[in-house]
């Protein structure tokens, strides 16, 4: 039996769209001669559709397109997901299923089990579990169809009361499908080999697994759809972060293939490049424009955004203020010209004097501080947003995760922006990031990557005024944020006190800003944003 | 038997200082000869924690602090709320629990069964579901005790597949008591109390209802808590959006009392007034301040700022530029005033320009558009932020649903604000609370509620150039947005399909302003904000 594993970028509720592309997948896998082509979960809406799930003509547009896609399978059995109504009055309103088209029509369908409701997962709130277990024959080959999280019923943190293999397994079924909707992040790739090997060894069945690929705002799809023998062997690998299409056939030999162990600071270059593409694209936007401020968090964004939408794309804003060193404006010029990107100087000298005239009335005698801190920030934000009113430039943020985490950073000033390239790398992350960009050729100065860092919002600023040394502040973060560790547990591990104390208290005191941010492109198990809901008014 | 209702006002995560309060009714309830006390829903850190429930320590905390309480239910029986772990090795971490405390120890616990999953209830996510049921003897008493949900079984749209009650009832209890944290809107009270009394009735069972007050951030609780005797006639009811503590005797003769149906807008204005109060006092401030354009909006903020924090707390900014009319800062001017209001004036003209002339290198020759009405607004922003951050006032949001739904306000200008007090309140329900401010002094000058809307951002600007009439306008938001029906449905109603179609769009368009919106007192069933969760990137 030849499958197809059809591994492609969807938009979310373009049904129409996603439709036509699953149609032309269909139409490659009989000309390859398939008897089976299997596409990702939710593949005619795109995962995740969040609330749109909650309007009815929503879900009857994504049957009506099953149906119309179900005429064209024949000849050929098609996989492909879809939300559905549960027909019973008991439970919820819908399900997440997998539509077996057959013979022009849907022939059968199949309901997820195990519904993740954690960290960016939300699908209690939508769907019903399903709770009968069957396989279904194609090409006389008992299948046992799985939906994403039923095969990772194993995690020890959710403990799943059912595992939908063992029911399955009862039925003796002769291969193993899952179609998927699995999030990248940086461990994931390894993790979820382990997940699926395990299960292929366990129930003694080789796995055809599809996942999607493409970004939906925050939350990356890398794709890496694959095949697994009944030995827990890697016989065929799709691609990651791209579409992908490839042949499986099972009667012939399928021997192990290397897995590709990537390099974490390669997939993170990747995954944030895919980001903007897929992000500008599913917009229709292609321009983007940034603040350049000659420091690193802005000199990797507007790398990436070079890398993902073409030099001519992008431009660069150098918006030095009085506290900006001059070495600040050369880097940032020479940045640009290595990225070839148009750029403009506007200083904003003027503006921050006419903020302090129009203030005169209110702030008169009082000393310079963080409002006149801010008031740069913001009067550079209002710059960018004006050049993106003005020319349909999308406004990259540039902010990182370490910054956002404890606040180091100006709401409504250098926290603008559609889209948050770097908000889930701390600092440590984009120095790393940087002299990978910096691999072949300097690209990023040198200079810019050797120099303190300093928002240089007043004399002589350094981060290191405020923050501890970034290597330290970045563990701390990374142990309170997404291994969810107490202060005491972190203390324990080797951290004074008195600065777990401080970091993690202004985490918390800055959960205002960070509701307020962008939509954060997501690379680690924990991100700012919806996989992290932490209430705004607490005494946390 | 003397049952006392406790319905306090708690404070997210302050799990010492809840404790305290807790501890407090307790005793007043002793001294009251009180046989039983009863707390709401998670009284131990507040409804809800959220992602706080991720923290194990943070559960180890609540529990140590359940503990202790226990200590004073000596002589008296005490139920509150808790998060609880799991001890079994399958099924989710933690329970939403009842905890019953007798002779100075923690007896009982007593498991949620429903666990709404669904507008901005997200219980599922943390939550293992009971599937066990006991009646609980209090005073010789059978009692079933329930939590929140638990009562709410027969919700059309839910269609939850067990219902406690069927359970607990096989019991022949006495009584039913129910803890909760039931959110408030402006149509629940009745249905709250239709839902309950239906209860009663269907099991013949008199119920002790126990709400929690106070508002979270977004989420506005009223109490209400309440008893309705086995024959579904309200005998005793709490206050609303204020704490309460009452006693209950089951051996007396309780009569039935009217239900006092409070008027929309009454509510409304209660709640959104509530909702600031517990913003400034469980975030430690005091001082507001907003700016005053002479628009309805901004004067029924100010308004209703002055009612909840004092007319010293609330500082006006009157920041006109070229565009606003001499009767609109003599309007903004006549509000401060009759409020007793301290007030500012700022023109933005020289902002503006300097502004303009930074821009020129970029705009020159270019038309006066979006951008430049964008300035004007962020100028403003730029301006209330600074005095936020020189003086610490906190910047009230002063956007409508109206607008925040087809994008007709700027994002960073004046949807800046770290509390938007009537996001989710149309135009047209701003115009009624307008008059019922007004109803027995002219507050607000009629010559601002009497004219027409404008956001005075160009020459002779009206809200009409660019939208329908709000009355129209409001109806076809309020059908898509909180009704969920389709384009086709709206038209059906009577609405002019082109019109429908072009405010669809804008409401889907600007989805990403809304993003980054500050957080919105919720006074519908269905507020922006964590209860509809839209994909930013779609083609929807």
Known sequence: MKIALAQLNYTIADIVGNKEKIIVALNKAKESAADLVVFSELSICAYPPDDLLDYPHFISNCIQAVEEIAKHAIGITVILGS??????????????????????????????????????????RYFEANSSFKTIEINGKKIAITICEDLWFEMERFNYSGNPLEELSKYRPDLLINISASPFNMHKKIERLNVLKNVCMRYALPLVYVNQTGVHTDLVFDGNSMVINENGSLVLECSNFKEDFQIFDTEKENREIDFKEAEETELMHDALIYGIQNFFGKMGFSKAVLGSSGGIDSAVVQALATRALGAENVKAILMPSDFSSEGSVLDAKKLSENLKNNFEILPISNVFDSFGQ???????????????ENIQARSRAVLLMAISNKFGHILLNTSNKSEMSVGYTTLYGDMCGSLSVMGDLYKTDVYKLARFINKELEIIPYSIIDKAPSAELRPNQKDSDSLPEYDVLDQILELYIEKQKGIEEIVQLGFESALVNRIIGMVNRNEYKRFQAPPIIRIRSKAFGRGRQIPLVSKW
């Open 358 to 372: 129009t203030l005169k009335p209110m702030f008169e005698g009082l000393e310079f501080g963080l409002a006149e």
């Open 83 to 124: 939300p559905t109504f549960n027909e019973s009055k008991i439970g919820r309103r819908l399900y997440n299923s997998a539509c077996i088209l057959q013979d022009g029509i849907v022939k059968h369908t199949v309901h997820k089990t195990l519904l993740p409701t954690y960290d960016v997962f939300n699908e209690a």
